[in-house]
């Protein structure tokens, strides 16, 4: 072969391999699949912890008048007494920092990991239907307070639905970060929660407690019959480190269930309590994190009894956060 056919053919093998490589570039970036990027569990952490962050209402009272009244950004009144608010044992003086978070719905619920699975007597978890869920501290010059008396919230019932079955829950977070909700005995000053209907026809949840943290005004979900446990797997690299596993009961209104266990030998999230109710129509959505965004599924399903439902990534979605949320709260 002379030399100017050896130089065409080294050009022809150079464009060839030029096209193989863009098409493979072009197929990997398309495919999610092919795709190598596997979150790690701060990256997810930190999506949820961002989500939190954009819901986080903050205030400031002067503990030289008493008495003060904050109202949230969805029309939640907060009656917090200063008098009431002590450092170390000793009064408070000067300025005071309210940091509070109100959650109404399913999309904010999933993003911030603030689902609603209420202790049954047993010690079991099972769902709970929300009036909402609400999150008040106060510190001074980042120091913890503590509180001597109730706070006061009143809550517009048409945020949610107004319910008269409704109790107060104080939310805490377990070793795994699953928050859950066990229900405040109804005494004064303990945590009381009643429905009433204003002059203009409006109803308001009229809600006493005295602690700080998380507080819930909620029932238990009201399915009876035959229920089961369920399970669910994840694409490769996936756990419960780095992606969760949601459930939303179909026509339920304000709740998100959690898969919170997860079986590292096989590799599935489980529902262990058995609360799922056979036959409902649910939703069972997966959640992670890509790049600073969402990374998600939701599977309509009828629950029947050790199902087991799996998520493949060609299942999945990329959207921001706010995409994500509208999309959880178009469910039915």
């Not at 950004?73 to 200063?82: P, S």
């Not at 450092?87 to 309210?98: K, P, W």
């Not at 377990?174 to 005494?187: F, I, R, T, V």
């Not at 050790?306 to 299942?315: I, P, S």
Request: aromatic letters at 10%; hydrophobic letters at 40%; a negative charge.
């Amino acid at each position: 072969m002379n030399t100017k056919n050896v130089l065409m053919a080294n050009r022809l093998f150079i464009m060839l391999f030029a096209f193989a490589m863009t098409f493979t570039s072009c197929n990997s970036d398309e495919d999610p699949t092919s795709q190598n990027y596997v979150p790690s569990p701060t990256a997810f952490n930190s999506i949820r912890q961002a989500a939190l962050e954009d819901m986080t209402q903050n205030f400031q009272i002067d503990a030289s008048n008493g008495m003060a009244t904050l109202t949230s950004a969805n029309g939640v009144e907060i009656d917090i007494d200063a008098n009431c608010l002590t450092l170390n044992g000793n009064a408070v003086t000067g300025m005071i920092d309210i940091e509070y978070v109100e959650v109404f719905d399913g999309g904010q619920m999933l993003v911030t990991d603030k689902t609603t699975m209420g202790k049954l007597p047993n010690g079991d978890m099972a769902m709970l239907i929300s009036g909402g869920e609400f999150y008040i501290n106060a510190t001074q010059n980042g120091q913890q307070l503590d509180l001597g008396c109730s706070l006061n919230l009143r809550i517009p019932a048409a945020l949610t639905a107004p319910d008269n079955g409704m109790s107060l829950w104080e939310g805490t977070i377990d070793n795994d970060g699953n928050l859950e909700w066990e229900e405040l005995d109804a005494a004064p000053g303990q945590g009381e929660v009643f429905l009433e209907q204003g002059t203009t026809g409006a109803q308001t949840y009229y809600a006493f407690f005295n602690n700080f943290g998380w507080t819930n005004v909620d029932r238990f979900a009201s399915n009876t019959g035959p229920k089961t446990q369920i399970l669910a797997g994840v694409p490769s690299g996936y756990n419960f480190q780095n992606s969760a596993i949601y459930l939303h009961y179909d026509g339920e209104g304000n709740a998100l269930a959690k898969l919170d266990t997860y079986d590292a030998n096989s590799g599935l999230f489980s529902e262990h309590y058995g609360q799922v109710p056979i036959g409902l129509a649910c939703h069972i959505i997966f959640a992670t994190e890509e790049n600073g965004q969402w990374r998600y599924a939701i599977k309509p399903v009828t629950i029947s009894a050790n199902a087991v439902y799996t998520f493949t990534l060609a299942e999945t979605t990329v959207s921001s956060e706010a995409q994500l949320v509208a999309a959880i709260n178009a469910l039915p």
